[in-house]
């Protein structure tokens, strides 16, 4: 059972008996009034840059909306863009789970809702569209303790936890949640995960580039490519490679070619993503900052300028569409 406070901001603060159940709201939860609503923005992100596994993120300029007002029953879910013939329409939608769950977690439940989703974000091409719906759900839950005038709403220390529950790891919620580039890492006490961010600025000569392909990919396929257990020069190197990408990311944009380099990963997957592992080749052949993003199939590419043309038509001849991309700034929120 979850109970409900508030804190010196007039925050709603939640505790939780023996049974730590916050999968959804207590029966005692306040319920919020019909007639509120919230618009939520949520970047794309690109995960690991390299050598950074589960460490590094960075937020991009590709955008999922989220429109949600209570009503008084029911739920009711439209959807349009990316995976909209794939996603369900009731309770089971990740954005609805994450709503109420960040509800739950501030001792609030709403009587009804009504979502209007905007996909932009591709689906299942290494682009962190899972931790933004979770995200934007969260996000949504925010913006209506804020509409119900029961303070700031969620803190993003609580967005960034909130949030990388859902994905198990917090590169990709973090980096929607706070926008630039992060730096991530877990910690747990008696077997409960705590997620926690430190935002990076990112050198402002730092531009972006995705090449995204039509094939999709399974993140938990791709995982289970990965060994147990790496050879010690290659923990070695990773490590000082992602040291090397902070530097890179925030200070010295001529070392991205050296901090983007990987052993830990990229390789063990090469196999199981061709034409991606094939791009990535490529691409370094002729002096570009290129990684997979995320678990893939997309590619990344960090640079201080754009990608040129016969770069882009390469790409294209293997099946990838370029898109120049903003490092995006976090999740934004709106109310009324």
Do not use: K
Not at 266 to 288: D, E, F, I, K
Not at 304 to 316: E, F, G, H, I
């Amino acid at each position: 059972m979850l109970s409900v406070s508030a804190d010196g901001a007039g925050r709603p603060v939640v505790g939780s008996d023996a049974d730590g159940d916050v999968s959804g709201a207590s029966p005692s939860a306040r319920i919020l009034p019909v007639g509120l609503s919230t618009r939520v923005r949520v970047p794309a992100s690109s995960a690991n840059l390299g050598p950074g596994f589960d460490c590094l993120g960075m937020a991009l300029g590709i955008y999922d909306e989220v429109i949600v007002e209570t009503v008084p029953a029911g739920v009711a879910l439209e959807v349009e863009g990316e995976g909209a013939e794939d996603v369900p329409r009731d309770d089971s939608h990740l954005v609805v789970r994450a709503l109420r769950r960040g509800l739950a977690h501030a001792g609030l439940r709403a009587p009804g809702l009504t979502l209007r989703c905007v996909n932009r974000i591709p689906h299942s091409r290494g682009l962190g569209s899972s931790a933004a719906a979770a995200v934007s759900g969260l996000a949504a839950a925010s913006g209506l303790i804020s509409a119900a005038g029961l303070g700031s709403g969620l803190s993003h220390d609580e967005l960034v936890q909130l949030s990388s529950e859902f994905e198990g790891h917090p590169d990709n919620a973090a980096a929607s949640v706070l926008g630039s580039a992060v730096v991530t890492w877990t910690e747990s006490a008696d077997g409960v995960a705590s997620y926690h961010a430190h935002r990076l600025t990112v050198h402002p000569d730092i531009c972006a580039t995705v090449f995204v392909p039509d094939t999709e990919s399974s993140t938990s396929f791709t995982r289970g490519l990965l060994p147990d257990a790496v050879p010690r020069a290659d923990a070695v190197f990773n490590l000082s490679r992602s040291a090397l990408a902070v530097v890179a990311l925030t200070a010295d944009p001529r070392a991205l070619m050296a901090a983007s380099q990987d052993r830990l990963h990229q390789p063990y997957r090469a196999t199981a993503m061709a034409p991606t592992s094939g791009l990535v080749t490529a691409l370094r052949a002729r002096g570009h900052a290129a990684t997979v993003s995320g678990a893939g199939p997309t590619v990344l590419v960090l640079g201080t300028s754009p990608v040129p043309a016969d770069v882009r038509q390469l790409a294209q001849g293997l099946g990838f569409d370029a898109r120049s991309v903003a490092v995006a700034g976090g999740v934004e929120i709106s109310v009324g």
